[in-house]
């Protein structure tokens, strides 16, 4: 696949992100498998390991709650996008990762992303994910007229910021969806109801659940 076609919906999401059987048994491999003897079938061993630090900041452990790789997340995505996305959008969400390791680099003056720590990945979120929302409305518009760009045949530079952005946003609904998807998250940390009990109406959140999300 030509890379102009590739960037076409990078950062656009895959579609509605639902707890199928495919999904809850990538979930439950996860929990059970070793770290140790993982290795990644869709993402490089790389990559895998760049965005794997990627979300544990945007999920790190806490005290009381544990993060994106105490639950082995990466696994879930990776296997997430052997299973269940096209092949188009693997293509898509690769070279997203490539974009964003290419601007971690050129911003960290590193040379390569084993060289990258979690300082510098947390500097590049709050570039993209904690700009303003002017900045962020730049970005997309500056990617939306790409789109506009190609669907015209031509033939534009992609915008870079607006890419890693939009791949970024992409990661991190696949890494909260993961989240509160995890048997552990959902079961121990979220309002947990295996049998659903009587409907409320309009009840205050603190009341109801002690200010918790409701287990998916």
């Not at 490089?44 to 945007?58: E, G, N, P, T, Y």
């Not at 993961?178 to 109406?201: C, M, R, T, W």
Request: net charge negative; glycine share 6%.
């Amino acid at each position: 696949m030509q890379r102009r076609t590739a960037l076409k919906n990078i950062g656009r999401s895959f579609g509605a992100l639902t707890l199928t059987p495919t999904v809850a048994s990538l979930l439950q491999s996860c929990q059970e498998s070793s770290t140790a003897a993982w290795a990644p079938q869709a993402l490089s061993k790389d990559h895998a390991r760049f965005l794997a630090q990627v979300m544990d900041v945007i999920l790190p452990t806490t005290p009381n709650v544990p993060g994106a790789s105490d639950l082995n997340l990466i696994q879930f995505i990776d296997g997430y996008l052997k299973q269940v996305v096209s092949e188009e959008e693997l293509t898509q969400f690769t070279m997203g990762t490539e974009v964003f390791v290419a601007s971690t680099l050129k911003a960290t003056q590193k040379n390569t992303i084993t060289e990258v720590t979690t300082d510098d990945i947390d500097q590049q979120l709050a570039y993209y994910l904690r700009a303003s929302e002017e900045d962020q409305a730049k970005r997309g518009e500056a990617l939306n007229a790409y789109f506009q760009a190609l669907a015209k045949n031509e033939n534009p530079e992609p915008p870079m910021e607006g890419v890693a952005q939009g791949f970024l946003n992409q990661l991190r609904s696949l890494t909260v969806f993961a989240f509160k998807s995890n048997d552990i998250i959902g079961e121990q940390h979220l309002a947990y109801a295996p049998v659903p009990g009587q409907q409320k109406g309009c009840v205050d959140l603190e009341e109801a659940t002690n200010g918790k999300a409701w287990s998916l």
